[in-house]
């Protein structure tokens, strides 16, 4: 593999946003994920859970909930406003103002016809879903107090609203509040505090479960109006429910960062007579847990430190597999840092601003994608709503920038953008595929992930989140061929320099390599399809992030996910199932001779901690941006203190 | 002899007859009385008291408890002889003692004045506490009253000083803390509220009147929204601890065991390191330890 001059850059002080709300669509299988800063992330979950879509969110947004109806996502958040996004383009549709105050609650209706939000003026207001907006219908009964969550009854005729101290039971035809059931206070000085009902669900038999800020969690019946069982979860708050769908499994979060389970059983063997009975507890957070979704096969939460956690119920999962490890998810999925390889730049995407070893700043909008030319020549960003291009000037350790002011004014944001080598060329992807200098569009679908760009400036690939792989002719100014979907999204992608194959890497960890002048997979693809991968390499949870290719050996091929980097040699023999799979430091241990029966293909290294990009620039040396978790943890916000045996 | 005076008491409290010979052979030791005295208070026989002579001695403290004792004496006597009036008369007596008493003799009288004078007196003094409290709510209510009508009279006053601020130039200013907390409907009479407050607070000093704009007052909804969540997760009394002690406990009780993080990492026990310089420079200091 040879030797390379490293170096680490731990300046990226990359910080994600605590997850605020989850929402799962079962039809289509997808999670969507809003965090704090208003960014809506939806993850697949048939696909290894790849983080297909990022919706960048604004300053001002405080998102709180999340709901689906049908294929339409709906947010709503505290400054007052519902958002429907539209999950093609990756951007907020409209947004439309409740005029109740912050928002704290939204669900719909399991008939798909109606949303319901609850504000802080102490209203329910019901909107009618239509085919392309939403519209105010009436309010619920005014109450006093806010209110805090929302949940429908399957049958759609009533509501029940949890609010400080109480829980009230609305019938949606008449509007009128039916049942009132008194949440007591918890003992000692939260006496004194009002006791806030976090969370509620009703389950079509009628019970209704609450979660509240005394650590318990309720089971009322709805038609006497009175209180069945009531179980001390935690000493903090219980901050979320969610139920599954057949409505036997319960899931509840808490402050201090566990997940317990409920389950609806019998406690007698054989017996008809069932409760809710607590099963488990899960303790994979270290912070509050916000938000948690009882998936059927598993249970994802997310919470205040910003890791989306899936944990597979084993006893419904029949063969292990992917689909039975815990995964956890950390970082995006995507690229933040692009660097410039002959000028010896790195830019740095943060959500408000870019890095270029200089401050340069945005203002409210997020930025979505962002991109540096080879030559470091050029900067462009995206955000949500505009594109900027910016030329770069860098003398004598000056870096001045120039604004582009004049753009076609089809530029209007990019989920995609990238540099051709000789940085003539500048390709911006959003659902258009644009060519800038000189200017042509094609069009596709589905808004683009992923662009690569060819060394000799002839060819460009473009990914979808439709699994679409598309080659453009450049010189011709046509589509040329489209490679065969596969059946997971393609994570990382890039164009070799001399070959001009095309590498792409797959969320479920599948390597292919596409020859893009032969338009059929290489021999190398094929070969490696046939033997199949290493479990270990199999077995990774995170998804690779970055391809790029070393200019002095063209059989090598460098990618990297979160936790290791990797350099992939093409001449040498694929590895075996039964062979060490991590041989690297065995092979320095051994003599020459007995090396080259050993070493395979791949070349593993797991020095580094948790990585962001891994790049080798011209003069063999390796930049390596890293980001520890603790440096991340350290900036969170507080934890509950907990006590622990021998601490 | 006060254990004595104590049995007796109870005696003529409860009206029950004791007929101990022990008590009777006490009283007839300490006590010493005329036959002549005896005969003048009760209309029977007089009973033989052995003793000596009454008169040498001084007359006992208390009277009362005095002749109680006597009169059981005297009761005791008639028993022993089988007086059948004795019970009914003994408990009329019980009930007349001190008026009866007070008829004869000279202390008797003056104590029964002195307690009439005392429940005399409370009489009196509950009645003058009674007038003093009602004075004092009507003074209450004179003032309540007259605050109100200066009350009215401002805000009267802010109006008219409202049309003539109209022309005067506005600048901004924070809203007051009653505004972060009003509801939409309520924001009108807030308004009114903050511009009365206002104005009356520019009569005073150099403020300005300021009108509330409406995105402000959705900021600040959303700001006090977020203030509530705030407060309910990580206010005063949740028991919360630092990011810093959460990763050294893991460190401490982890597979890789090492020091906690603030010695590890230097930004984070920059600040606990900070306040330590300056402890012991204060220290350093206040002892004198470098001769300066």
Redesign the interface.
């Known amino acids: 593999m040879g030797e390379f001059n490293v170096h680490r850059v731990r300046f990226f002080d990359y910080m994600p946003s605590a997850i605020r709300a989850l929402a799962f669509q079962p039809q289509r299988e997808r999670i969507a994920v809003a965090r704090t800063d208003g960014t809506v992330e939806i993850f697949n979950r048939a696909d290894c859970f790849f983080q297909e879509k990022v919706i960048p969110g604004r300053q001002?947004a405080?998102t709180e909930a999340l709901a689906w109806v049908g294929d339409r996502l709906f947010s709503a958040g505290?400054?007052?406003e519902i958002i429907e996004y539209d999950l093609d383009n990756n951007k907020t549709k409209y947004t439309i103002d409740a005029?109740?105050?912050?928002i704290?609650s939204i669900t719909s209706n399991k008939q798909g016809t109606h949303l319901a939000v609850g504000c802080?003026?102490g209203t329910v207001k019901l909107f009618e879903v239509h085919e392309d907006r939403i519209q105010f219908e009436r309010n619920l009964a005014k109450q006093k107090g806010r209110i805090i969550s929302l949940s429908w009854h399957p049958s759609g005729s009533k509501i029940v609203a949890g609010m400080m101290d109480v829980i009230h039971i609305f019938d949606t035809e008449t509007g009128q509040s039916v049942q009132r059931l008194l949440v007591d206070r918890g003992v000692g000085?939260?006496r004194s505090?009002e006791c806030?009902v976090w969370s509620v669900v009703y389950l079509s038999d009628g019970t209704i479960i609450s979660g509240d800020?005394a650590g318990k969690v309720k089971m009322w019946d709805s038609r006497t109006g009175t209180l069945i069982k009531s179980h001390q979860v935690t000493?903090?708050?219980v901050l979320t429910l969610s139920v599954s769908q057949d409505e036997t499994s319960l899931a509840v979060g808490t402050?201090e960062g566990h997940v317990v389970q409920f389950q609806f059983l019998s406690m007698v063997l054989g017996q008809e007579d069932k409760e809710w009975v607590r099963t488990r507890t899960f303790k994979n957070h270290?912070h509050?847990v916000r938000a948690v979704l009882e998936v059927n096969t598993a249970i994802v939460s997310g919470g205040m430190d910003t890791q989306f956690v899936v944990r597979p119920l084993l006893d419904k999962i029949d063969e292990r597999g992917q689909a039975s490890a815990l995964r956890n998810i950390q970082f995006p999925h995507r690229r933040l840092v692009s660097c410039a390889r002959k000028a010896g730049l790195l830019l740095f995407q943060y959500p408000g601003h870019l890095e270029l070893w200089r401050y340069y700043s945005n203002g409210e909008e997020h930025i979505c994608c962002s991109a540096v030319s080879p030559c470091g020549g050029w900067i462009a960003y995206s955000t949500v709503a505009s594109f900027r291009l910016y030329r770069l000037h860098c003398e004598n350790n000056n870096v001045s920038i120039i604004k582009v002011s004049k753009l076609p004014k089809v530029l209007s944001s990019a989920n995609q953008i990238c540099f051709s080598s000789d940085s003539s060329h500048l390709f911006v992807a959003s659902t258009l595929l644009i060519f800038y200098l000189p200017s042509s569009s094609q069009g596709s679908g589905q808004a683009i992930n992923l662009l690569a760009a060819s060394e000799d400036g002839k060819w460009l690939a473009s990914a979808n989140s439709d699994h679409e792989v598309q080659i453009y002719n450049l010189n011709k100014m046509k589509p040329h061929c489209t490679v065969p979907v596969h059946s997971s999204g393609v994570s990382a992608m890039a164009i070799h320099p001399t070959t001009n194959n095309l590498f792409m890497v797959h969320a479920d960890q599948q390597l292919t390599e596409y020859s893009v002048e032969k338009k059929q997979y290489t021999d190398w693809s094929r070969q490696v399809q046939r033997h199949g991968l290493h479990s270990l390499w199999l077995e990774r949870d995170t998804p690779v992030t970055n391809v790029t290719f070393n200019p002095k050996n063209p059989a090598h091929i460098v990618l990297h996910d979160m936790y290791m980097f990797c350099i992939i040699d093409q001449t040498l023999p694929l590895p075996d199932q039964r062979s060490q799979f991590y041989n690297q430091l065995t092979l320095r241990s051994m003599p020459e001779k007995e090396r080259k029966k050993h070493s395979h293909a791949f070349k593993m290294c797991k020095i580094f901690k948790e990585l962001l990009f891994v790049e080798l620039m011209e003069d063999q040396s390796l930049v390596v941006v890293e980001r520890p978790l603790?440096?991340i943890?350290?900036?969170?916000?507080?934890?509950?203190?907990q006590k622990?045996f021998?601490? | 002899m006060s254990t004595v005076r104590q049995k007796t008491e109870e005696q003529s409290q409860q009206g029950q007859e004791k007929s101990s010979a022990d008590q009777a052979g006490l009283i007839m030791c300490e006590y010493e009385r005329s036959e002549q005295r005896t005969a003048e208070s009760t209309a029977e026989s007089p009973p033989t008291l052995i003793g000596p002579d009454m008169d040498s001695m001084e007359r006992p403290a208390n009277p009362i408890h005095h002749i109680l004792k006597h009169k059981t004496t005297s009761n005791m006597a008639k028993l022993q002889r089988g007086d059948p009036q004795l019970k009914s008369e003994k408990q009329v007596k019980f009930g007349r003692e001190i008026s009866e008493s007070s008829e004869d003799e000279g202390p008797e009288e003056v104590a029964f004045e002195e307690s009439k004078s005392v429940a005399l007196k409370s009489a009196e003094e509950a009645l003058r506490a009674r007038r003093r409290e009602k004075e004092l709510l009507k003074e209450k209510r004179r003032k309540k009253q007259l605050f109100f009508q200066e009350q009215k009279k401002k805000s009267l006053l802010s109006e008219a000083l409202l049309e003539e601020f109209d022309t005067v130039p506005q600048k901004k200013k924070k809203l007051s803390v009653e505004k972060e907390e009003s509801?939409?409907?309520e924001k009108e009479e807030n308004m009114q509220e903050i511009k009365s407050q206002k104005a009356s607070r520019s009569l005073q000093g150099n403020c300005s009147v300021m009108r509330v704009k409406d995105k402000a007052a959705?900021e600040s909804?959303?700001q006090s929204?977020?203030d509530f969540i705030r407060s309910?997760?990580?206010g005063p009394?949740?028991?919360?601890?630092?990011?810093?002690?959460?990763?050294s406990?893991e460190k401490?009780?982890g597979a890789n065991q090492g020091a906690a993080?603030q010695f590890v990492?230097k930004?984070?026990g920059a600040e606990q390191k900070a306040k330590a310089e300056k402890c012991n420079k204060r220290f350093i200091r206040k002892q004198k330890l470098i001769p300066s």
């Open positions: 001002q405080a505290l400054n007052g005029y109740g105050g912050p704290w802080e003026d000085t939260s505090q806030v800020s000493k903090w708050d402050s270290t509050d603790m440096d943890t350290a900036q969170l916000p507080a934890p509950v203190r622990k021998a601490t | 509801k939409n409907e959705d909804l959303q929204a977020m309910r997760l990580y009394g949740k028991d919360r601890t630092t990011n810093a002690e959460l990763l406990l401490k009780r993080v990492n930004k984070l």
